[in-house]
């Protein structure tokens, strides 16, 4: 499939649109100042997968502290405050990072690696925020927190929103990004590192916590089908059928259901169990589905109808919910999340089949915008 990517993006154009206010009027004129001493020798895929690696830190440093995310609602001060001024941190970093990374991509003759590769990640990192945002929540104790089960639908709305960003791509060929990867997180950490968790856990007005605020920023602008729908209409879109157009949105739709599925009629309670390990899961999962549509997108072809990676979740969820695992269901889960992480990498979809041409002739899609310039184009 790599061959068939170079082809394909051998005259390439990249349209993206961000209509995030912070992004456009604040960060971006930072940026852009930003990237004049930045040199370009540096290869912009090495700042994204710092960025990344920053992520994956802080991540595990939060972990360590809050495994099952109670710390902050029963003992507040289990968490020190150095880690949330160090996710601080490490999330301006991340941020700032992959930011450079798309800018120099933008100064620089793209590739269809590079798109994937920062996509790819892009599509881990979701989660990631997410998954570590949580501990600023803390889980439901009673008084305070919010249940293992909204974390899942939180989750999944943030991934959602994801995977129609780029299922918009696919149909118009335009990259509407969603709102939820911005600036906020950094300013969270920083407030729960100087005031403390405590602030988060007050009611703020008609009973409704500060992190019922968070959460909203987290989710962010919802996706607009209406764009889809509307180009389907005018048959502007890049795919001629209605069908075509909603084939990348099987595979990811069918993993929510075994998902849920798994969450709702687990015997053991294995959401409650292994909150932290089983939300992981979900989001590895995702990306590895996500990007076989991103490679897709890329390169002009038909996505698979269904994900082979679906038909392991499926027989994993069937021997959990019929009782087959039993005490060993933890432990299954485990392993299966093991797996999922080890082939997660976004590379490794490179190396795929060559996909079913979805149109006859050439088409151009390709990298190297910028996500925040309001609306790029770069050839």
Known sequence: ??????????????????TNPLSVYVMQPIWNKIIKIVPLWIAPNLLT????????????????????????????GLVPTWVWLFSAFTTFCAYALGKMGNMLEGLSPSSPLGE???????????????????????RDNGKTGVSVYTMYIYLSIVLFNFMCSHWEKYNTGVLFLPWGYDLSQVVTYLLTGLVGVEVWQKPLLFGYYITDVLVILLIGKCPDPWKTL???????????????????????????????????LSPGNILAKQPRLFLWMVGVTFSNVICKVIVCQMSSTRPELLHWFLFPLALVVYAAISGLLGWAEEAVLAAFTALVTAGSCALRHLRGKRAAPKQPGKSCVGHGADKGLGMVSVT
Do not use: Q, R
């Open 230 to 264: 509307l180009a389907h209409l005018k048959k502007t879109l890049k795919n001629g059928s209605l069908y075509e157009g909603l084939l990348p949105l099987v595979s990811p739709l069918l993993l929510f259901v075994l998902l849920t599925v798994w969450v709702v």
């Open 49 to 76: 997968f710092s960025g990344f690696v920053m992520i994956l830190v802080n991540y595990f440093l939060i972990s360590f502290y809050d495994w099952d995310y109670t710390a902050s609602g029963t003992s507040p």
């Open 116 to 138: 994937l590769f920062d996509h790819g990640l892009d599509s881990w990192a979701t989660s990631i925020f997410v998954l570590s945002f949580f501990s600023v929540c803390s």
């Open 1 to 18: 499939m790599i061959e068939n990517l170079k082809v394909k993006c051998d005259c390439t154009t990249y349209n993206a649109v961000d």
